[in-house]
Each structure stands twice: as structure tokens, then as C-alpha cells.
């Protein structure tokens, strides 16, 4: 058995169907007996959805999924300003919401095909490793063994309790209530709203299915008698939508409801040995921005090819850049969720009217607009190792590769979590012509090589994006620059180690 996967939510199954999708035996374990009905995590970003492509799963979320295309801010009725999602370069230019239990299933049938179990209720108890593996013992006393052990089991996780790693964090102090909907009308704005009032944030978001359906976000922090309460029922919430939201609304369904209390948290480690942590085992932060979910999917990626790897003969060092890469990531997005609360939360009267002028003043600036639709869609993240000269054209090493038109397809489409990509910038030649890619075996995972040419990009888009008229890009299996430079040898010997560590020249 090649690796174990401690949780099956979505951290732990899109590592799984990226093993499988190398050819790695893996195998999930959930310690729920029956899948979850409802969920807190809603939407999926941009950098997710184009990960998800690579699985050939994005398709199918877009057909579920509602599209959200902005935010309101509201005063009653009155919309103040809207934050409109500047469409980034890449084919998914929105939120995508769709509740986590629903992309779970469109997961879980996916693992089903692609012959991965998942074993219900199966808790790890203990983790012992040794040189060359890991032993689990579950609950219910079976033992299992494995090369490689990821703990994608939340933010209780006894994988990083028995690791012995601290979740270094705190509770905030601030209580929410969470509510799925229905209304008897459509409220006065487009999709997505927030109240920012004396009592805090109050806010609506549309979801998927019926046009009455929707989300309710309650800041509850300042009610004394919310100890140990089940969750608001319909005549609670209905008071705060006339206190709080939109007015002549009548709430006609409550269809799930939960009390929320904010904590945040980051793993003082993502490895010890032949043991990784992932998602919220690793991070935990309120879900201001859609941002959590999305964090774990591409943890899921980044570690799961290099596992991948490694099982095929890539050296072991290659897992090292999983924690210095992806840690980084989750510390900087707790710091902006962070700002976000605290901003949300504010109650002193100056404070927020000095906050309710700056959001409006925000929301008008497209330059703004534009960087908070980057930093959302978390198309930003990149891993840069520096080097290379400062004002080339073009996504450097450890950059999102971006997207751009070609002949036939896109750049992206050549893209895939079972393989390198080489970009080979230059005139076109017969080799090329056809359709400008070929498969190579030149390393342990594949290589696809895509001609970058006149008659490949008759535009000339990717050149321009990728600011090269000759030379070679190598992208990794999850979507990130590898390599750029002149030298098609060295980047072949990159691909061909699967170490995914490149240069720029």
C-alpha cells in the first residue's frame, strides 16, 4: 500500500484522486459512518477550479454550481457599493458556490471510479512509524500499513495529536450563526450582501438551486444566551432578517442551521518523517472570503504530486518544498481573514463609519477591485524563488502559469496532475505542426511538450503571456513554473528528476 489518507472531506479525497490518477495505490479513511448533508464551506476560487480542471472536474462543478459574480455592501435596502469579481486570466472568473457536502459526493463518485476505497467508519487511534512506513491502528483495533501517511482529518485532527504538532493559534471570541434558507421573494440585491451594523456583520449569499435559496451569516457575539444552543429556528432568524437585512422579507423554509465560533490556528509543522498534515489539520481561520476549502484543495495538489513522485522514483528531498511552499501560503491568508474580522467586527460608531467610507471608496477604485479579485480567487499564491532578471515579461519560476488561447485548445487544457508540461518556444517546425504536442517519457510522472509557434499560437497570445519568443517553460503538475530559460537540456533534466525546483534566466 502506497499511502493512507486520514479523511475523507475534500482535502483528503483530491489527494487521493491525484494519486490515483499517477498510478499510486491509496486508500481514505473516514471516521464518519455516512457522508455529511450540510457544511459551512461554500465556495470554490479560481486557483481551485483550475486544479480541479486538471482532474476533469470542473465541468461538472460549473453545471451545480451558482456563479457569484460580487458582493453587496447594503444599508436596508439600500445598496452603498458593490464589489464586482474582476473576471482574472482564467477560465474561471467567479466563485463557484456549491456547499462542501455537494462537491463531496461529486468527489466521492470519482474515487469510486477510479477504484480507490474509502473505509467508513474507520478512526485513527494511533500512528507508529518506522524506516520505511507508517502503521495506523484504528478504533475498532484493525492495523494498517502504509509508505506514507497524510492527515487531512480537520482541525481536531488526531494525526497531528498523535504527531505531536501544536495548532498555534486562539479563539477569537466571536460567535455566529450559519443558516441555509428559503425566502419568499428575491431581496433587493444581486447575489451576495453584507450588513456591517452596531451588532456586526449580518450577511446573505445566494446558493445554488431554487432563486430563494440562500445563506444567512449572523455575528451573535454580543447575545449572552447562546451557550450550548442547538441553533436559531425560524422565528429567531426571521427577527434578525427584519432587524438586521433586507425588509418585507419572509423566511418560508430553514433548511440546516449551526452556531459557529470562530477560532484560528496554524500547524507549528506540516511533516514529521513519512507523516504529512493537510487542510484544516493544518489551518484553521473563520470563513470570511471563501478562503479555507480552497486553502486544503491545493494543499492536497502540491503534496500529493510530489508523493506521487517520489513512488516513482523522484528523490525523497522533493517533499521538503511541501511545507516551505504551502505553510507560507496558509500564514499569510490567516493574516488577511484576520484583518477582515477585525474590520467587520468593529463597534465603536467612529470606527465604523470611518470603515463604512473606506469599503464604498474601495469598491469605486478598479485598481482595488482588481487586486481583491486576485487575492479572493487566490490566483496570487505563487512559491517565487527569486532570480532571473527583475523586469522580464512573464510568470517567473514558482508562478502560476497562466492561461492563454492556442490553435487548438488552451495552454491550461494541455495542463494535467499526472504530468510535466514543457512549453518549446520557437519557429514552427514539421514536428510541431499537427497540433504542436507530443508525449515524452522523460520523467518518472510523463512529460507533455507543447510547441509554442507561429502556427501553434497564430495570435501570438501565449508568446505574450508568457513573454518568450524562444526558450522553454517547464510547469509543474500542479499548474506552477518550474523552469524558464533558454536551455532546453536543463529543463528536460528537471522534469526528468521531478523536483519541480527550477530557475529563471
Known sequence: MGVLIAGAGPTGMVAGLVLAANGVACRVLERRAQPGT?????????????????LGLAGEIERVAYRLSGASMMRGDTELSRFIWVPPQSPYPYTYVLPQSGLEDILRDRLRAAGVEIETG??????????????VTLADGREMTAEWLIGADGSRSRVRAELGIELAGRETGETYYLA????????????????????GPFMLMRLPGTDELWRIFAD????????ERPGPGIAELQALLDERGPSRMRITEVQWTSIYRTRVGLATGYRRERVFLAGDAAHVFPPFG?????????????????LAGVEHGAPADLLAAYETERRPVAAATIRDVESRRRLYALRNPLARKLRDALLRYGSRVPGAARKASLQNSQLDVGYGRGGGWPLARGPRSGERAPDAPLAEGTVHDRLGVDHFTLLVFGAASAAGKRHGVTGTACSAMGTVEVRVDDDTDPTGSARDRYGLRRGYVLIRPDGYVAYRGSDGAAARRAAAAGTGAGQNA
Do not use: Y
Open 38 to 54: 450540510s457544511s459551512r464551506a461554500l465556495g470554490l476560487q479560481a486557483r481551485s477550479m483550475e486544479l480541479l480542471a486538471g
Open 122 to 135: 474507520a478512526q485513527v487511534q494511533t500512528v507508529t512509524q518506522h524506516e520505511t512506513g507508517v502503521e
Open 180 to 199: 441555509d434558507i428559503v425566502l419568499d421573494k428575491r431581496p433587493p440585491f444581486q447575489d451576495s450582501a453584507m450588513w456591517l451594523g452596531p451588532a
Open 220 to 227: 451573535m457575539t454580543d447575545t449572552d444566551s447562546l451557550a
Open 290 to 306: 471563501g478562503q479555507g476549502m480552497n486553502l486544503g484543495i491545493q494543499d492536497a495538489v502540491d503534496l500529493a504530486w510530489r
